[in-house]
Antibody, heavy 120, light 111 residues
Framework: EVQLVESGGGLIQPGGSLRLSCAAS????????MNWVRQAPGKGLEWVSV???????YYSRSMRGRFIISRDDSKNTLYLQMNSLRADDTAVYYC??????????????WGQGTLVTVSS | QSVLTQPPSVSGAPGQWVTISCTGG?????????VHWYQQLPRSAPKLLIF???NRPSGVPDRFSGSKSGTSASLDITGLQAEDEADYYC???????????FGGGTKLTVL
């Protein structure tokens, strides 16, 4: 059974750093495209980042340069290192596994999310 | 401002039909990239509803159907039920951004 369990969220001051983890089971993160998606309180879904099987990474423009996606294949875990955090980074962060459609990828499996609150 | 545009809300009575639109542009839906739909029940993580424009994952009722034409896509829900009350999001890929993109979401209210 595919499972994704996020952790690492919490309260952090503006300008601080936080690392989120997403422990996967039932499949290999190294063999899949893995994503982070966030949702600010009362707002819609916002795609954050993806890491491809070969290690290539892409980011949403608003997070490029501040966030770093990575994975540890030996731990079957996905990470999101978040630096220079701002109040508008406050959100529930979800990790999600992509699968392929004919022309694109979709987020087939989602974790339960971890809440990050940026506030002084 | 989302790259994909959805109506903020739709509503319908039990048993009725509603449609949710998702309008993009020439760098995403119009470029041939697939559209996918997600359902988010209150206080829950999103769940895949439709993938590849028209396909339902196992377990999704056939009351839910998707379509795509040109730079737009639609999610149709027939025979509305109370448990369909949720937020619905479309998603595609945008080549000019090299990024996955979501619609702003549509809140479905079952009257």
């Amino acid at each position: 059974e595919v499972q994704l369990v996020e952790s690492g969220g919490g309260l952090i001051q503006p300008g601080g750093s936080l690392r989120l983890s997403c422990a996967a089971s039932g499949f290999s993160v190294s063999s899949n495209y893995m994503n982070w998606v966030r949702q600010a309180p009362g707002k819609g879904l916002e795609w954050v980042s993806v890491i491809y099987t070969g290690g290539k990474t892409y980011y949403s423009r608003s997070m490029r340069g501040r966030f770093i996606i990575s994975r540890d294949d030996s731990k079957n875990t996905l990470y999101l290192q978040m630096n220079s955090l701002r109040a508008d980074d406050t959100a529930v962060y979800y990790c999600a596994r992509s699968l392929f459609s004919d022309s694109g990828t979709y987020l087939a499996f989602w974790g339960q999310g971890t809440l990050v609150t940026v506030s002084s | 401002q989302s790259v994909l545009t959805q109506p903020p809300s739709v509503s319908g009575a039990p048993g009725q039909w509603v449609t949710i639109s998702c309008t993009g542009g020439t760098s995403n839906i119009g470029a041939g990239y697939d559209v996918h739909w997600y359902q988010q029940l209150p206080r829950s993580a999103p769940k895949l509803l439709i993938f590849g424009n028209v396909n339902r994952p196992s377990g999704v009722p056939d009351r839910f159907s998707g379509s795509k034409s040109g730079t737009s896509a639609s999610l149709d829900i027939t025979g509305l039920q109370a448990e369909d009350e949720a937020d619905y999001y479309c998603q595609s890929y945008d080549a000019s951004l090299s990024a996955s993109v979501f619609g702003g979401g549509t809140k479905l209210t079952v009257l």
